[in-house]
Nanobody, 128 residues
Framework: QVALVESGGGLVQAGDSRRLSCVVSGGTFTSSTMGWFRQTPGKEREWLASINKDGDRTNIDDSVRGRFSISRDNAKNTVYLEMNSLKAEDTAVYYC?????????????????????WGQGTQVTVSS
């Protein structure tokens, strides 16, 4: 059973930085592309960043490029989302996701349909 658990959310001030973590259990981490998404009420889940299995390729959405970065520690089964210069519009529930066996390439996928496993999400609220 694959499980993803996010942490690091909370209330922050505009301009602050925050690092989200996602720990994966169930034995699939080193075989998975990892991604971060976010969602606000009434809107579709938005892709933010992805990192491939080896950690040498990343993709970052234009909307957060330059402020957000993604990294992974395969020894700790953990993926991180570093968020800097946070804005009120970054307020959302943040989700991490892992690709499954059907996605066998070593790519930093960007489409939510390419991810099979999802965490429960962590709320980030940015106060302006």
């Amino acid at each position: 059973q694959v499980a993803l658990v996010e942490s690091g959310g909370g209330l922050v001030q505009a301009g602050d930085s925050r690092r989200l973590s996602c720990v994966v259990s169930g034995g699939t981490f080193t075989s998975s592309t990892m991604g971060w998404f976010r969602q606000t009420p009434g809107k579709e889940r938005e892709w933010l960043a992805s990192i491939n299995k080896d950690g040498d390729r990343t993709n970052i959405d234009d909307s957060v490029r330059g402020r957000f970065s993604i990294s992974r520690d395969n020894a700790k089964n953990t993926v991180y989302l570093e968020m800097n210069s946070l804005k009120a519009e970054d307020t959302a529930v943040y989700y991490c996701a892992a690709s499954g066996p059907r996605m066998s390439g070593n790519h930093a996928y960007t489409y939510h349909g390419q991810f099979d496993y999802w965490g429960q999400g962590t709320q980030v609220t940015v106060s302006s």
